[in-house]
């Protein structure tokens, strides 16, 4: 594994978790869904223009099929998401979309590129899922609604999908070109939200703010890193590591939102911290 990839994964990871933060400053009147295609949308066009910029996009042998397949992924992940969150509650929903997302990585790989993972990942992966159930153990009481546990997996299998494609497509072109490509298209397929719903509050100076930031930070620098980092782990392993999201999204929520956290939450801090760390210290070359 190389020395650097863990971390521009470890950094992706945290630039997703500042996601629920920067919503919390939104308008009240922007619908998630709504937020979810506007960051596509931005983050998609800003990939796109750095690209264009380096002059690094070459269509030469591109993946027809791969990029159609990854950016269906990204773009169903969002709705499958927010929806699972609405439906059958954040904790819940969260914990079964994040927490399923490794497992299914680790089938899919397993499945498509008859890699084994390493027991290393299962250790890591189960002390990380524990430690994602323990910290959200305390956000609200239980209310399991099947159709919200389904959505919640198809946002996990989204999710473990777009990174196994993923992994493909960099072997043989830039990390850059392939998330422009990815995401403008994403964009473009949820792009119809963007006449569903209220649009009105992305011209206002908060929802500026909050677009950029989620647009530019939270999916175009953020992707951009996860597949640069992507080129040299599993992308079990890359799943994994992903789960310093939801790390990150609680810290920010405990020292910018005023949030309150129990003890068992955490001791589930703990254990992410401890998962991740496991994968990181002991994981070999892919």
Known sequence: MDNKAPFLILI??????????????????????????????????????????RKQLNFVNWPIKATILASLSMAFYQPLFFSAV?????????????????????VLEWMFLKTRPAKVWWYSTFLSILGCIMLFAN???????????????????????????????????SS????????????????PFLFIFDMSWIVSLRGVGV??????????????????G????????AVTLALAE???????????????LNITSWFGILFLVLGIWTLIRFSKNP
């Open 139 to 173: 956000k609200e009481s239980a209310y399991v609604e099947p159709a919200g546990i389904l959505m919640a997996l198809g946002a996990g299998l989204s999710f473990a999908g777009y990174t196994l494609i993923s992994k493909d497509m960099i072997e043989g072109h």
């Open 12 to 53: 992706a990871a945290m630039l997703w978790g500042t996601t629920g933060t920067t919503q919390a400053f939104a308008p009240k009147i922007a619908h998630p869904i709504a937020i979810g295609a506007t960051r596509l949308a931005v983050g998609g066009l800003f990939l796109l223009i750095v690209v264009l910029i």
């Open 230 to 237: 992507l080129a040299y782990v599993s992308p079990s392993t």
């Open 176 to 191: 850059l070109s392939v998330s422009a490509v990815v995401f403008t298209l994403s964009a473009i397929l949820l792009s």
């Open 246 to 260: 939801p790390l990150t999204a609680t810290l920010l929520g405990v020292f910018m939102l005023g949030e309150k």
């Open 86 to 106: 609405s439906v059958t509650g954040v904790a819940i929903g969260t914990v079964v979309a994040i927490g399923s997302a490794p497992i299914l990585s680790g």
């Open 211 to 228: 677009s950029l930031q989620l647009g530019i930070m939270a999916t175009g620098v953020a992707y951009f890193l996860f597949t640069k």
